[in-house]
């Protein structure tokens, strides 16, 4: 699977993704840092790629737009931190969700389990 890792999270994550096969990149490779919540969604949605993030902003723009790509997975708050922890949790969940965030989907990762909100949110 492709990933883009937001820059709210660490560039470790992108490397232990890509150690397990999977194209990860941190937006820091691309320059995009400083970049604004659309811009980062735009070069996940060209790349074809999962925006992994913890910012919750990404499922208000996505809403708003009616849009179906790219797919977001949302770490929240009370999910563990470190980045090797993340990328165990995002591995272990992946393969039951990796159909909906395809199809395109917001999956939200907590402590208690994960969510899944189809794509486009306010579509039929």
Same mark, same amino acid.
């Given at each position: 699977?492709? @990933? $883009?890792?937001? &820059?709210?999270?660490?560039? +470790?994550?992108?490397?232990?993704?890509?150690?397990?096969?999977?194209?990860?990149?941190? !937006?820091?490779?691309?320059? $995009?840092?400083?970049?604004?919540?659309? &811009?980062?969604?735009?070069?996940?949605?060209?790349?074809? %790629? !999962? $925006?992994?993030?913890?910012?919750?902003? @990404? /499922?208000?723009?996505?809403?708003? #737009?009616?849009?179906? *790509?790219?797919?977001? !997975? $949302? @770490? %929240? #708050?009370?999910? #563990?931190? #470190?980045?090797?922890? &993340?990328?165990?949790?995002?591995?272990?969940?992946?393969?039951?969700?990796?159909?909906?965030?395809?199809?395109?989907?917001?999956? !939200?990762? +907590?402590? &208690? /389990? *994960? %969510?899944?909100?189809?794509?486009?949110?306010? /579509?039929?």
């Amino acid at each position: 699977m492709r @990933f $883009l890792i937001d &820059q709210c999270l660490s560039a +470790e994550l992108a490397e232990s993704l890509r150690a397990t096969g999977h194209d990860a990149v941190h !937006v820091s490779s691309y320059g $995009l840092s400083r970049a604004d919540d659309d &811009q980062i969604l735009a070069r996940a949605a060209a790349e074809t %790629r !999962v $925006l992994v993030s913890a910012d919750t902003d @990404f /499922g208000g723009l996505l809403a708003s #737009r009616d849009s179906s *790509v790219p797919s977001v !997975v $949302l @770490f %929240r #708050r009370r999910t #563990r931190r #470190r980045p090797h922890e &993340q990328a165990a949790i995002l591995l272990a969940n992946l393969a039951a969700i990796e159909e909906d965030l395809d199809a395109g989907a917001i999956a !939200v990762i +907590e402590d &208690q /389990g *994960v %969510r899944i909100r189809r794509l486009p949110i306010g /579509g039929t």
